[in-house]
């Protein structure tokens, strides 16, 4: 049974303790897709922290149909927030590239999560931030992140929790309930999250949970991806040289 008041209420004492040894007196610095995680991440450091002292970066490319959820959420909370439209950064990185380079549709799409984390490090180095990361466990455990994109920053209060747990958060935390069941989606190819993945976020959180899965298939793809992508949750592998080689022995 997952306890949900317990849990949020760790999860607010962890981000207040956090700060209080990695950056006391720093702000939050949130991206705000309007989806879930994004909304139950800056809601979670406004509880934790003050809503004075979280900041709301909206990152459009372009248009964006569903900014409006992400202006919701940032008027629920009450909270300061910039909006930074990227669609020209993105533009320009990809008129600069090489002529010749054939570009995949998954390497086009990895390019605005990466400049949006660039543009949330450049606020949160101007505003005295830590930079939150969104991810929860479920797309983690499938490594349906980009890496050195939403995959990364400071952070991270919903890393260790199923999309589900994230969702039941939400409620106890009173966000408007159309936020909280928002389909997840990129925003960046038109389609869910799910439809990505091949399976749903139900059956993954069951068998993260659990263990089990009735759909061998389904089984097999998820393990595929979660060996696949373990790579992105560990550190760098770096050369280490014998330190008799460093001390000229």
């Known amino acids: 049974m997952f306890h949900v008041e317990k849990v949020k209420n760790d999860c607010i004492r ?7 040894q990695n950056g006391k007196g720093c702000n939050a610095v949130v991206g705000i897709s309007g989806g879930k995680d994004s909304s139950v991440v800056a809601a979670l450091c406004a ?7 979280v900041i709301g970066v909206l990152m459009p490319c372009g248009e964006q149909h569903d900014i409006d959820c992400a202006h919701a959420l940032v008027d629920h909370l009450g909270i300061r927030h910039y909006v930074v439209n990227i ?4 533009q320009g ?12 549709e998954q390497t086009r799409n990895n390019i605005a999560p990466r400049i949006r984390m660039t543009t949330l490090y450049a606020v949160s180095q101007s505003c005295n931030g ?3 990361n969104t991810c929860n466990l479920s797309e983690d455990w499938v490594g349906y992140s980009t890496r050195y994109g939403d995959s990364v920053g400071d952070f991270s209060p919903l890393s260790h929790l199923t999309v589900a747990e994230v969702k039941q958060i939400g409620y106890a935390l009173g966000l408007p309930r159309e936020l909280v069941d928002k389909p997840p989606i990129d925003g960046l190819c038109g389609k869910t999250d799910e439809d990505n993945l091949g399976f749903t976020y139900a059956e993954l959180d069951r068998y993260i949970r659990t263990g ?6 389904k089984k097999a793809l998820i393990d595929q991806k979660h060996a696949a992508n373990l790579f992105k949750l560990a550190l760098m592998p770096a050369f280490m040289p014998d330190s008799d080689e460093l001390c000229g022995g």
């Open 14 to 20: 962890w981000i207040r303790d956090f700060f209080e």
């Open 47 to 53: 509880e934790a922290l003050g809503r004075e002292r």
């Open 87 to 90: 669609k020209d950064a993105v």
């Open 93 to 104: 990185v990809m008129d600069h590239l090489p002529a010749d380079l054939t570009l995949t």
């Open 130 to 132: 830590r930079v939150a």
């Open 212 to 217: 089990e899965i009735e759909d061998l298939e």
